[in-house]
T-cell receptor, first 112, second 114 residues
Framework: DQQVKQNSPSLSVQEGRISILNCDYT??????FLWYKKYPAEGPTFLIS?????DKNEDGRFTVFLNKSAKHLSLHIVPSQPGDSAVYFC???????????FGKGTLLTVNP | EAGVVQSPRYKIIEKKQPVAFWCNPI?????LYWYRQNLGQGPELLIR????????DSQLPKDRFSAERLKGVDSTLKIQPAELGDSAVYLC????????????FGPGTRLTVT
């Protein structure tokens, strides 16, 4: 049972426009959410996170929004740059268990 | 600061053969994680160490997989014997403490079992 779902395997946007990556979760115990970025042949790198006590967290061009009632979060990248092209993983953890549960990832392609 | 080091980067073996992966975490990081990432999937935790103690190995297939972290620094993950379904990327990560957002991943070892 997939507890963290990224339903869009891929997304293509033009440079300078907004990229919106979506993630849904089913486990109500999750209270911490993270986005990781992964380039080919490299390990995932931490991008941004959000606690369930917040509904928004911003870091430069990256903003994560959390809608707890809908069990949905999204990552906004504005403006998108070609160097943002990568696979983006949504991950979640909950309670005293620091185990991260990852989604399947979304491949973002930013076209020049 | 050097990142998480893993070796080998790639490994091709025949089924039923043994294989081992090595990980050296970031200096000073007490927590070490091994993940498996199947094609088209996100990473899945196999085992987590705090220093030399395995504190979460519930997802480790113990019939064929084993891991150790002697002296609480580098770690080895072993598969014996390997099966076709073990083909995946094996990722090692470390963190200073057990803290979700501070996991630093290595580049992974891509295992192909033929």
């Amino acid at each position: 049972d997939q507890q963290v779902k990224q339903n869009s395997p891929s997304l293509s946007v033009q440079e300078g426009r907004i990229s919106i990556l979506n993630c849904d979760y089913t486990n109500s115990m999750f209270d911490y959410f993270l986005w990781y970025k992964k380039y080919p042949a490299e390990g995932p790198t931490f991008l941004i996170s959000i606690s369930s006590i917040k509904d928004k967290n911003e870091d430069g061009r990256f903003t994560v929004f959390l809608n707890k009632s809908a069990k949905h979060l999204s990552l906004h990248i504005v403006p998108s740059q070609p160097g943002d092209s990568a696979v983006y993983f949504c991950a979640a953890s909950g309670g005293s268990n620091y185990k991260l549960t990852f989604g399947k990832g979304t491949l973002l392609t930013v076209n020049p | 600061e050097a990142g998480v080091v893993q070796s080998p980067r790639y490994k091709i073996i025949e089924k039923k053969q043994p294989v081992a992966f090595w990980c050296n975490p970031i200096s000073g990081h007490n927590t070490l994680y091994w993940y498996r990432q199947n094609l088209g999937q996100g990473p899945e935790l196999l085992i987590r160490y705090e220093n030399e103690e395995a504190v979460d190995d519930s997802q480790l297939p113990k019939d064929r997989f084993s891991a150790e972290r002697l002296k609480g620094v580098d770690s080895t993950l072993k598969i014996q014997p390997a099966e076709l379904g073990d083909s995946a990327v094996y990722l090692c990560a470390s963190s200073r403490i057990t803290n979700s957002d501070e996991q630093y991943f290595g580049p992974g070892t891509r295992l192909t079992v033929t």
